[in-house]
C-alpha cells in the first residue's frame, strides 16, 4: 500500500516538476533556473504530501524536514546533471528531458524519501 501511496505522490510531484520545467522553457527560463523554482515548490508540495499521506505514521517536524531537504538536494545535481547530458549534449528539449530524467531517478526518490520521513523505524 505505502508503495502505491509513494507512486501517487510521486507522480503528483513529478508532474509538478515537469510542469515548472517545461513552463520555464516556454517563458525562455534556462532548466536550471526552473529547477531551482521547482526545487522549492515541489519540496514544500512532496514533504506535506509524503509525511501526511504516504506515510502517515511518520515523524513530522524540523528534524524530519531537515532530512527530506537533504534527500531532494542530493536529488537536484542529479536531476541537473541528467538534464544537462540530455538537453546540452545530447540535444534533446526539456519537454521530453525532464520527464526522462524524472523516470530515472524514481528509485532514488523512493529510498531518500523512506530514509528522510522515517518510515519503517519504530518510534521511542
Not at 24 to 38: E, K, N, P, R, W
Request: hydrophobic letters at 60%.
Amino acid at each position: 500500500m505505502t508503495v502505491g501511496r509513494f507512486l501517487v505522490v510521486g507522480a503528483a510531484c513529478a508532474l509538478l516538476h515537469n510542469a515548472i520545467l517545461v513552463a520555464g522553457d516556454a517563458f525562455g527560463l534556462h532548466y536550471a533556473v526552473s529547477s531551482v523554482i521547482s526545487l522549492f515548490v515541489v519540496s514544500a508540495f512532496g514533504y506535506w504530501l509524503h509525511s501526511r499521506w504516504t506515510y502517515p505514521d511518520a515523524e513530522r517536524g524540523r528534524a524530519p524536514f531537515a532530512r527530506y531537504l537533504v534527500a531532494v538536494g542530493a536529488n537536484f545535481p542529479l536531476s541537473l546533471a541528467g538534464l544537462f547530458v540530455l538537453v546540452d549534449l545530447i540535444g534533446i528539449g526539456v519537454p521530453i528531458a525532464a520527464p526522462v530524467v524524472t523516470v530515472i531517478l524514481l528509485l532514488f526518490n523512493y529510498l531518500a524519501n523512506r530514509w528522510a520521513l522515517g518510515a519503517g523505524r519504530s518510534r521511542a
